[in-house]
């Protein structure tokens, strides 16, 4: 195994051999293989082992079987320990995520602070055919189907090719003691009971499962390079739009497969019912659905995909000897002698029409107001947005500039016949949007 996994290396890791590596170490069979087989190859290791503090003494002992065995090996060992139940409980996550979570962010602060190159993961090929089976159990496509990369990120997996069968072989032939994870024979936990249940038998009906699971997944990530494309395609077609979170929908509707299409288009935004999604496409305009993160909404002739946006505050308040507010918007306020500028950005008002402070906030339904140059019209906001051909998100980030209750400009947009500037006025108020 030592020729094969060091013929590997060379073939597809070629970098690591002049690379200071993190080894991430258990002391289960897995990691304390990897470790002896880099160092019987001379690489630049240092170990980490995290205790997640989940089984008592039988946490400890590993720890310090760790440390033992880092020293007859000379390497450096850092060690972490964790309260993984605490930070589970504390953010509504298993036991299992936890422990996930808490394990890379370390390593990732040790590859920052001590500046190693790669982090070295003992994954092998049954970690890989569970993880598929795993998958399929929870209901997947093609990218679930890929297993675990061989690398991603500072990730890398070299033991991949390799079987626990292989792994174990070379452990025992080099006489190697490891610790084992009384949690792993476990049932309740899903990958215990497809390692113990399903794998067993699937070796019997096929012993080479492993290489045949491997190359399946070489074919698929062939077909997943030409989907990959294939959207890089779509998107350019949907350019410029897209780059605003629109996708123009007869471009959608022209493809074989708009439901496809979509999934790979907005898979990345936490939407999870594609039916609905792709009943947009023939939706009345207006109609939405949501997912944790964002919003897609039926507008005309578009999707629009918008970010959930929550303000902590509904009502921002501008006092009389304000000169400028940044929240929510960047607004500058002085006061001026004339008028010298016609820009749809840019507001001038009587001051002694106004009622302070003044007000911004979003629109509410009955809001109206008196258009300027309409010669004293009322107008419903909600018509004006109508004939501005607003969408549901233009109409939700619209601020409004208030006196008292009345609107005095539909920021960026137009202003109130009422507070016009006229003859008479003896103190003028320039306000810009920007």
């Not at 009587?350 to 009955?366: A, N």
């Amino acid at each position: 195994m030592k020729t094969a996994f060091s013929d590997h290396i060379r073939s597809h890791f070629p970098s690591l051999k002049k690379g200071k590596l993190l080894i991430a170490i258990s002391g289960g069979l897995d990691s304390v293989v990897l470790t002896h087989l880099l160092h019987s190859l001379f690489f630049d290791c240092t170990l980490a082992h995290c205790n997640f503090k989940l089984r008592g003494e039988e946490s400890d002992t590993d720890e310090m079987f760790v440390i033992q065995f880092g020293e007859a090996l000379d390497f450096e060992v850092f060690t972490q320990s964790f309260n993984t139940k605490e930070y589970a409980a504390k953010n509504g996550i298993s036991i299992q995520m936890a422990a996930r979570e808490l394990r890379y962010e370390w390593f990732y602060d040790l590859v920052g602070q001590f500046s190693f190159d790669a982090i070295i993961t003992a994954h092998h090929a049954n970690d890989n055919l569970e993880t598929m089976l795993i998958n399929l159990t929870r209901s997947t496509g093609i990218e679930g189907l890929l297993g675990i990369p061989k690398e991603k990120d500072l990730l890398v997996r070299p033991l991949l090719p390799f079987s626990r069968n292989e792994i174990e072989d070379y452990a025992k032939s080099h006489q190697l003691n490891w610790r084992e994870d009384s949690s792993n024979v476990d049932e309740k936990y899903l990958r215990n009971a497809i390692r113990q249940q399903i794998v067993p038998e699937l070796e019997r009906i096929n012993p080479n499962i492993n290489q045949a699971v491997q190359k399946t997944q070489e074919n698929l990530s062939d077909g997943w390079q030409l989907i990959q494309d294939r959207i890089a395609w779509l998107i350019n077609e949907l350019q410029p739009e897209f780059k605003l979170g629109e996708i123009r929908i007869n471009t959608l509707k022209k493809l074989s497969n708009p439901k496809a299409y979509l999934y790979y288009l907005l898979k990345d935004y936490g939407f999870t019912e594609w039916n609905d999604v792709v009943n947009l496409l023939d939706a009345n305009s207006g109609k939405q659905i949501h997912s944790k993160t964002h919003i897609l909404l039926k507008d005309r002739d578009y999707l629009v995909l918008k970010p959930q946006v929550l303000n902590s505050q509904s009502v921002y308040y501008i006092d009389e000897d304000s000169n400028q507010i940044s929240v929510p918007i960047v607004l500058d306020v002085s006061q001026v002698t004339k008028l010298d500028s016609h820009n749809v950005n840019v507001l001038f008002v009587d001051k002694e029409t106004l009622k302070f402070p003044l007000k911004l906030r979003k629109w509410e339904k009955g809001d109206y107001f008196y258009p300027l140059g309409m010669h004293g019209k009322k107008k419903k906001l909600s018509k004006f947005f109508k004939d501005e051909k607003y969408s549901l998100f233009d109409k939700n980030e619209q601020w409004l500039l208030c006196s008292d209750n009345e609107i005095v400009w539909v920021v960026g947009k137009r202003a109130d016949e009422r507070f016009k500037v006229t003859n008479k006025t003896k103190e003028l108020l320039k306000f810009i949007y920007s």
